[in-house]
């Protein structure tokens, strides 16, 4: 019996032929496959424009730029999320503030809408695991004329409906989303990558010229930026991919649904929440345990990888040893960071291994 992995990245032969057609074109950067996958991405999100790059943590570093953020500006993170959501400030010479998380693992509107002063210039949201955050937010930076960045990278395709029935995916909720495609994410481009996205007129300009050193359509270089480009390859890739994404989230929330609903009985773990109105992506299913290692070990005894998500908050990072949040207490995030598990719940899943999942769950 083989053991069953956390993610498996999709593979075929229409991603394949794109991918050497590309090389045989030998035109391998600043091409028609990476226009043609931005588009197709921003017509996708329902967003005004967007652009491939190298990976979502440089979208991260790139959507500040793009903002404006500098030295001085605070930046307020969730500090239940990876750490490149909240590296990517400093790196931006700005500040971190680090706020909790609610029920459903997302940014609290309530710690957010404490945590705002009046040097407070933008807000990075997370769709963790895949959950859409609280449309409060997008009200709420309104209101105090913040730039809201979706840190879109574990939610393709995720989205949520208001009172009066539009749906609005990831990557045209705020102002500015990014998004990483990685093997373990529910795209990817056969390697590293990323995307960045506006909803904003005025950024559309930057959002271009960001990934090419910062330079206009006239060559002229306007604002701080690098070479952050996607290879044409990737971009291929990523086109073909774009096109399986509505069948892939379909089935993940299939096995998610499965999990819910032939699992929840097993008082020793506690299911996700699907927060009201929206669509889940589930890039990852976590489940909140009380003995994260028994759970592991019993899981790994019936040879399936599950992983705690995540162990160390990032305010408690070594690498923020000298931020002033460092030792403080979050009621949510600290209770909780050690004891989500994520187990298996890509599209790629067989459903004689889901089966397995769902046996193990409930033996547990």
């Not at 993610?7 to 991603?15: I, L």
């Not at 093997?183 to 010229?209: C, D, F, W």
């Amino acid at each position: 019996m083989l053991r069953i992995p956390l993610a498996r990245p999709s593979w075929d032969d229409e991603m394949r032929q794109a991918a050497i057609a590309t090389l045989d074109s030998r035109q391998w950067v600043k091409g028609h496959q990476n226009v043609a996958f931005g588009d197709s991405f921003a017509d996708y999100c329902g967003a005004l424009a967007a652009t491939p790059c190298q990976n979502g943590s440089v979208a991260l570093w790139a959507a500040l730029q793009i903002a404006e953020i500098s030295a001085g500006d605070e930046v307020i993170v969730p500090s239940l999320t990876f750490i490149a959501s909240a590296t990517a400030i400093p790196l931006a010479g700005a500040n971190a503030v680090f706020v909790d998380v609610d029920e459903y693992y997302c940014m609290d509107y309530q710690a957010l809408k404490e945590a705002i002063t009046e040097r407070t210039k933008a807000v990075i949201a997370v769709h963790l695991f895949g959950q859409v955050i609280d449309p409060r937010i997008v009200e709420l930076c309104q209101q105090n004329q913040l730039v809201l960045i979706e840190d879109a990278a574990q939610a393709h395709g995720a989205s949520i409906t208001d009172e009066a029935g539009k749906k609005t995916f990831t990557g045209a909720i705020g102002d500015i989303a990014c998004f990483s495609f990685f093997p373990s994410k529910n795209m990817a481009v056969g390697g590293e990558g990323g995307m960045i996205t506006t909803s904003k007129q005025h950024y559309v300009e930057r959002l271009n010229g960001i990934v090419n050193h910062g330079r206009s359509s006239r060559i002229e270089v306007q604002h701080l930026g690098s070479n952050l480009r996607m290879s044409e390859v990737s971009a291929a890739i990523g086109s073909v991919q774009l096109l399986r994404l509505d069948y892939w989230l379909q089935r993940r929330r299939e096995i998610a649904t499965r999990y819910l609903q032939e699992c929840g009985a097993n008082e020793k773990l506690r299911m996700p929440k699907i927060r009201e109105n929206s669509q889940h992506a589930w890039h990852q299913f976590c489940i909140l345990v009380e003995d994260e290692d028994a759970f592991c070990k019993h899981m790994d005894e019936e040879l399936i990888d599950a992983r705690v998500h995540y162990p160390i908050p990032c305010h408690k990072q070594p690498v923020f040893t000298n931020h002033p949040q460092h030792n403080i207490n979050m009621a949510t995030t600290d209770s909780i960071s050690t004891k989500l598990v994520a187990i298996p719940v890509f599209h790629e899943m067989r459903d004689d291994e889901v089966e397995r999942v769902i046996l193990a769950l409930n033996s547990y």
